[in-house]
């Protein structure tokens, strides 16, 4: 049975910085496409970074960019996101998600229906 644990979410001040984390069990991380997403209510899930099983490349939406940044350890078979420069509008839930199909990491980040797994959501709160 797969599953996805996502932990790091809070309360942050404007400028503060958050790592999330995403613990897989049941697959091994190594196989997988990986992304984050984010959803405010009303919204659809937006992918903000993303690993790809094709090239292993890393991409990141634009709104990201330069301030956040999608990792892996292989060995504790997790991944993480780390926030830095938050800003108010970075308030969202933020899910992890992952494919064991072969996905390119720029597609993953516009089609969440992509995904196999998803994490439960962690909730960040950046103030001003």
């Known amino acids: 049975d797969v599953q996805l644990q996502a932990s790091g979410g809070g309360l942050v001040q404007a400028g503060g910085s958050l790592r999330l984390s995403c613990a897989a069990s049941?697959?091994?991380?190594?196989?997988?496409?990986v992304a984050w997403f984010r959803q405010v209510p009303g919204m659809l899930r937006d992918g903000i970074a993303s690993i790809s099983n094709t090239d292993g490349n890393t991409y990141y939406d634009d709104s990201v960019k330069g301030r956040f940044t999608l990792s892996i350890d292989n060995a504790k078979n997790t991944i993480y996101l780390q926030m830095n420069s938050l800003k108010p509008e970075d308030t969202a839930v933020y899910y992890c998600?992952?494919?064991?199909?072969?996905?390119?990491?720029?597609?993953?980040?516009?089609?969440?229906?992509?995904?196999?797994?998803w994490g439960q959501g962690t909730q960040v709160t950046v103030s001003s």
């Open positions: 049941g697959v091994s991380i190594d196989s997988l496409a």
């Open positions: 998600a992952a494919t064991a199909a072969q996905t390119s990491g720029v597609m993953f980040l516009v089609r969440p229906s992509y995904a196999d797994y």
